[in-house]
């Protein structure tokens, strides 16, 4: 029986470990189409800007991001401990500060998931800190883990080909079956989509090089008054995520409708401030200042009403077959901790459909 022709739209981490995971089914052979690939850098791709860490921000009754980001937590900490290790992940204690204990605090999700979670002493918390908790996570070096997807994806036979599409259709050929649309922010504007919920938050970070190994720790800081995700007054989100190479990013902030790709310097010297005054260790002794890289602006995909991940089927006339049309995109800031769970769903979505209806 031939093999099933799938084509992805969108490079980033959720269309590469999509394309990936199929790729490795043996009734597929997937293409990649996308504007841009890893390497690139733009303001519309999304995922090189990435800090990322695994830290879960779903609440104990969304059942569906839980079993998502459990599945790629799993998937990050083998990969993080195999024996050849290019991905690009690493361990790390993570450590989640407040500075005043919620009224309404509950336990996370993963206080029985992650291992050795567990509240921190008063002698351990920063100055200004009223409770903490700590727990082993991983961090993600993004560019690093990103052309390791492609790299994965083209040692297995997969294709990719650059194009800047306007239209979900202008994809498909007498030898397509199955779309799925990666094309994250993009789905806001792309045709056949042009999904009105999916909207940009701006974030901004700051990359320091350090001494590789000196810091082995992540954090977020939830200032008073913090919402969902650690986001205070003014979209003022404090972290900082390192990678294996020795780069340590931090961050950060998180403003809804702004689609500005230039750095603010003011708030790139805030953002150094918050995240020393929080973890002073954070500078080496021998160190007076800081050595910044860059400064860094991204886009998240975010969505009203959370992540889209189903299928429905299309009839093309000019073709004179059914396509079946696949969603994966709005993931928003968790889209690295969720992106193997999403795309292990999609693929078994995929394969019910077909068992359900003759492609």
């Given at each position: 029986m031939p093999k099933k022709h799938i084509v992805i739209l969108g490079a980033g981490v959720i269309g590469l470990t999509t394309a990936t995971l199929l790729q490795q089914e043996k009734e597929f052979e997937v293409t990649v189409i996308a504007r841009h690939f890893p390497g690139d850098l733009s303001i519309d791709y999304t995922s090189p800007w990435a800090g990322a860490h695994w830290r879960s921000y779903a609440t104990n009754d969304d059942s569906r991001l839980i079993e998502y980001e459990k599945k790629t937590f799993h998937h990050f900490w083998n990969l993080a401990k195999a024996s050849k290790n290019n991905s690009g992940i690493m361990i790390v204690d993570g450590f989640d500060y407040w500075d005043r204990l919620p009224d309404?605090?509950?336990?996370?999700?993963?206080?029985?998931?992650?291992?050795?979670?567990?509240h921190l002493d008063k002698e351990e918390l920063p100055i200004g800190v009223e409770f903490g908790i700590t727990y082993?996570?991983?961090t993600i070096n993004a560019p690093v883990y990103l052309n390791y997807l492609l790299h994965t994806f083209l040692s297995l036979g997969g294709t990719t080909q650059r194009a800047n599409l306007s239209h979900l259709y202008d994809c498909i050929k007498n030898d397509t079956d199955i779309v799925i649309n990666c094309s994250g922010i993009h789905s806001r504007t792309l045709g056949g989509v042009e999904d009105t919920n999916v909207y940009a938050a701006k974030g901004q970070t700051v990359v320091v090089q350090l001494p590789r190994s000196h810091v082995n720790w992540t954090f977020e800081r939830y200032s008073s008054g913090c919402g969902s995700g650690g986001i205070a007054a003014g979209g003022i989100i404090t972290y900082v995520v390192p990678?294996?190479?020795?780069?340590v990013l931090l961050g950060g902030t998180y403003v809804e409708h702004d689609y500005s790709p230039e750095p603010d310097l003011e708030e790139a010297s805030a953002i150094v401030q918050r995240c020393l005054s929080t973890r002073p260790d954070l500078l080496p002794h021998d160190q007076t200042n800081l050595v910044i890289k860059k400064n860094?602006?991204?886009?998240r995909p975010c969505r009203k009403g959370g992540m889209r991940i189903d299928a429905?089927?299309?009839y093309l006339e000019n073709f004179e077959k059914k396509i079946l049309i696949v969603h994966n995109?709005?993931?928003?800031?968790y889209g690295f901790q969720s992106s193997y769970g999403a795309a292990l769903d999609v693929v078994k979505i995929i394969n019910s459909s077909m068992f359900n209806s003759k492609i």
């Open positions: 309404d605090f509950s336990e996370p999700w993963f206080k029985d998931f992650s291992p050795e979670y567990r082993k996570t991983v990678r294996d190479n020795g780069e860094c602006v991204g886009l429905e089927w299309i995109y709005g993931h928003g800031c």
